[in-house]
Each structure stands twice: as structure tokens, then as C-alpha cells.
């Protein structure tokens, strides 16, 4: 079975640093794309970053790219999201996903993703 398990999260203060990781299991990962999404209460997911699993192209949301960085060490099967300057705005619970997508244009679609992780708390205060 494909096991996707996030860590690293926590409450962090505005303006401070997290990385979080995903370990994945299961199988090879060989041609496919591991993306992070987010989810807010009361707010649709949405797509984060993703990178692909053998090249390590990299994809960010328009707003985010700067500010969090998406990268993998494939000898430790575990994808890492760096997120730098923290913002309320921040705060959700964070997911990890992987899927063969069929095209890279695909790759903000949360629904084209077979396997998710549970999620972990990112909390920014003030």
C-alpha cells in the first residue's frame, strides 16, 4: 500500500520558518508528481507546490513561489516543503499527495492525485 505521512508542523509566529516533510512508502515513485495542498476551515484545498519525483522540475502557486520552496531526496523517499516568512494567512492544514498525472498541466488539480496523507496543522500566529 502507498503511505503518505506528513511531519514537522506545529505554531510558529509570524515572520518564522517550517519545513515540512512526507515520507512516502509503498512502491517506486518513478514518474510521478508529489504535490502539497493546503485547506483552511471554511476554504476550498488549494495547490501549493509540487515536484516531480525523478527530474525534480517544480511547480509553485503564483502567490507562493519565493517564499516556499519544494524539494525531495529520493534516497530517504521523503519530499520536504520549506516555508519561509510566515503568514496568518498560512495557517492550514497542510497535505502531501502524489499521482501520475497525465499532463504536467494538470498539476494544481487536487482531484487528478490518487494518494493523500492525512494532513498536519500549520498554525502562524500573530
Known amino acids: 500500500q502507498v503511505h503518505l505521512v506528513e511531519s514537522g508542523g506545529g505554531l510558529v509566529r509570524t515572520g518564522e520558518s517550517l519545513t515540512l516533510s512526507c515520507a512516502a512508502s509503498?512502491?517506486?515513485?518513478?514518474?510521478?508528481?508529489m504535490g502539497w495542498f493546503r485547506q483552511a476551515p471554511g476554504k476550498e484545498r488549494e495547490f501549493v507546490a509540487a515536484?516531480?519525483?525523478?527530474?525534480?522540475?517544480?511547480y509553485y502557486a503564483g502567490s507562493l513561489k519565493g517564499r516556499f520552496t519544494v524539494f525531495r531526496d529520493n534516497t530517504k523517499n521523503t519530499v520536504y516543503l520549506q516555508m519561509n516568512s510566515l503568514e496568518p494567512e498560512d495557517t492550514a492544514v497542510y497535505y502531501c499527495?502524489?499521482?501520475?498525472?497525465?499532463?504536467?498541466?494538470?498539476?494544481?488539480?487536487?482531484?487528478?492525485?490518487?494518494?493523500w496523507g492525512q494532513g498536519i496543522q500549520v498554525t502562524v500566529s500573530l
Open positions: 509503498g512502491r517506486s515513485f518513478s514518474g510521478y508528481t
Open positions: 499527495a502524489c499521482g501520475t498525472l497525465e499532463t504536467i498541466a494538470l498539476v494544481a488539480t487536487a482531484t487528478k492525485y490518487r494518494y
Open positions: 515536484i516531480t519525483w525523478t527530474i525534480g522540475n517544480t
